[in-house]
């Protein structure tokens, strides 16, 4: 046994020993942001905090100075379109991970079916294809 492989499958595996030092809910998990692809071609300039509205690029920059992870952000709410994982909910949330060239991200697999049909409706509204986009949306 190998104790210094990667993991075989990371949306499958469940940190066996307890090396991770993030703290999940059940059925949250951790990716790398690159394997998350958008569901939008815009997003919302202003990202909400606890402390109010942000500029994103603010809270991409105070993610790179290590004054906040993205890691402590509600999970992302995603969808598995034949094996690509899509955003259904947290479309901003991602685009601070990629931009701030963060490793991890939480998220939680949607199952539930009215939530899947809505996903599917916003991605053509959105002129979409199902698998979404890996490229960052811009703010408007």
Do not use: H
């Not at 997003?43 to 890691?71: C, L």
């Not at 598995?80 to 697999?109: P, W």
């Amino acid at each position: 046994m190998n104790l210094y492989q990667y993991a075989p499958n990371g949306l499958t595996w469940i940190d066996p020993w307890g090396l991770t030092t993030e703290k999940l809910n059940p059925n949250e998990i951790l990716v790398n942001p690159k394997d998350v692809n958008f569901s939008q071609k815009t997003i919302n300039s202003a990202f909400d905090t606890p402390e109010g509205k942000r500029n994103i690029q603010s809270v991409v920059n105070d993610v790179r100075k290590g004054n906040v992870r993205v890691t402590d952000f509600p999970a992302i709410r995603v969808v598995d379109v034949k094996g690509q994982l899509v955003v259904r909910d947290g479309n901003s949330r991602l685009a601070i991970a990629r931009n701030a060239k963060a490793k991890q991200i939480k998220i939680v697999i949607e199952t539930n079916i009215n939530e899947l049909k809505d996903f599917k409706r916003r991605l053509w509204r959105n002129n979409m294809p199902n698998t979404g986009t890996s490229k960052v949306p811009t703010c408007k």
